[in-house]
């Protein structure tokens, strides 16, 4: 749960436009078949020609600095007065257009957690997050196992699905607002608008119009009729906020565990079904479950790359000169490949489900991270997920040959675009026995 947005970034950086201060030429295009496809092949070769700390170019040739190196990436999320998450820094506003593909990811100055930096942050963090620890983990599970259910009952008579759009995209969502308070006829729709949204088509505009419609009127009925939900938690905090911060930061809270949680799900199913030491999994075995999720975090992270942060001065990192202003993208993928951290912890971490959670970057590190209490709502949600598909359709497979998979065509964000299956047809679980 690290991005706000669910809209999918333009993958191709268009032509022309200068490198950040010290960048020289040679900049590297941050789109390409390159990312979706081979993402670690690239990053060696990053890592070889550039360093740890990479010049690219985004959309409409804006200059930016990729950090791929884990001790430079370690230190920027350290370092969160010199490199704070404050878009309002960037000294490219000049040249970004009102319609630039990035701008939901990258953001503007707004009231939110995730769009304020310093004290500003912290104070919507003490908010969120005492909201978001009163969850209950059991009662998480539960919700997630009804609506697990559900969506399964919706394909399991026919023998196919598409586990990415009629399984994975939708159970994050559908969990998320019963948390945060919304019946589950509205959590359907709101599914509907983060899917528009992360196609990035012309109804995305429209979509998040209407994402903020549903917060504002959540909050407004949670002020007149408190409940034992993330909202109203939210409200009962004795700091004061307005509506409109309330509403902000539930659409954070929604839809930075969207996407990405959907994608853990669906690239740990896809692991368990192309890769041998994973076939128990497919037979009850909980514990390769937890080792395939694992593995998806270091070698498969839904969030690759994140955006961003911005020099709050002119500074050194890995051997380049930054500007006041530049903004740095943090290359979560990149930086878990690093054969620095790689020889320290090892293969069995990786693959472990609980020797190597502390040493992954998949959560991003430091004050601007991924919330604990997210990433904790994240994997039971994941982890039941995958553990209730696999008990109702114990003989998955995949329905093409894993070469014909395909990833969505993003830098940003790693996932497939769908996972076809097949199973023997089952009953619902409302059919009689």
């Known amino acids: 749960m690290t991005n706000p947005s669910s809209a999918t970034p333009a993958s191709t950086a268009g032509p022309g436009g200068g490198c950040p201060v ?57 370092e969160g007065e010199l490199f704070p998450r404050d878009v309002s820094l960037w000294n490219q506003w000049g040249n970004v257009p009102a319609d630039w593909p990035l701008l939901p990811m990258v953001g503007t100055p707004m009231p939110s957690i995730y769009f304020t930096a310093g004290a500003e942050h912290r104070r919507h963090v003490a908010m969120v997050v005492p909201a978001l620890e009163g969850a209950d983990p059991f009662e998480i599970r539960r919700h997630c196992e009804q609506l697990a ?133 497919l037979s ?28 709050a001065r002119d500074t050194r990192l890995g051997g380049r000169n930054i500007a006041r ?23 069995s971490a990786v693959r472990s489900g609980q020797g190597g959670n502390s040493a992954h970057l998949a959560f991003s590190h430091g004050e601007y991270r991924c919330p604990f209490p997210a990433q904790e709502i994240a994997e039971v949600i994941a982890r039941t997920g995958i553990e209730v598909l696999l008990d109702r359709l114990p003989d998955l497979e995949l329905a093409v040959p894993a070469d014909e998979l395909v990833r969505r065509p993003s830098a940003f964000l790693r996932g497939s675009t769908a996972l076809p299956v097949r199973f023997t047809p089952v009953r619902t679980t409302g059919d009689a026995l």
């Not at 020289?24 to 740890?52: C, I, K, N, Q, W």
């Not at 008579?157 to 019946?183: K, S, W």
């Not at 202003?325 to 979560?332: A, H, P, V, Y």
């Open 22 to 78: 010290g960048a020289g030429t040679g900049a590297v295009a941050l789109g390409g078949p390159g990312f979706p496809t081979e993402p670690r092949e690239l990053y060696r070769s990053m890592r070889r020609d550039h360093g740890p700390v990479v010049p690219v170019e985004l959309p409409g040739g804006l200059p930016a600095w990729l950090v791929i190196g884990y001790r430079e990436l370690h230190q920027v999320t350290s």
């Open 325 to 347: 202003g530049d903004m740095l993208l943090l290359g979560l993928g990149a930086a878990n490949a690093d054969p620095h951290i790689r020889q320290q912890v090892g293969a």
């Open 149 to 281: 259910d559900r969506l399964i009952d919706a394909v399991c008579t026919r023998g196919t699905a598409d586990l990415v759009a009629e399984f994975a995209e939708p159970l994050p969502v559908l969990v998320l607002a019963r948390l945060v308070g919304f019946p589950d006829d509205e959590g359907a729709d709101i599914a509907r608008v983060l899917k528009d949204l992360a196609d990035g088509g012309p109804g995305a505009q429209q979509a998040h119009l209407r994402f903020g419609e549903h917060m504002r009127r959540l909050v407004a009925a949670k002020r007149a009729r408190p409940d034992d939900d993330v909202t109203s938690r939210m409200l009962a905090h004795p700091e004061p906020f307005t509506d409109e911060e309330y509403a902000l930061d539930l659409m954070a809270i929604t839809a930075a565990g969207h996407l990405t949680t959907a994608d853990w799900i669906s690239n740990s199913t896809r692991l368990m079904l192309t890769e041998d030491q994973f076939a128990d999994a």
């Open 284 to 311: 009850g075995g909980r514990h390769s479950v937890a080792e395939a999720m694992n593995e998806v975090l270091w070698e498969d992270g839904p969030t690759q790359i994140l955006a961003g942060r911005w020099a």
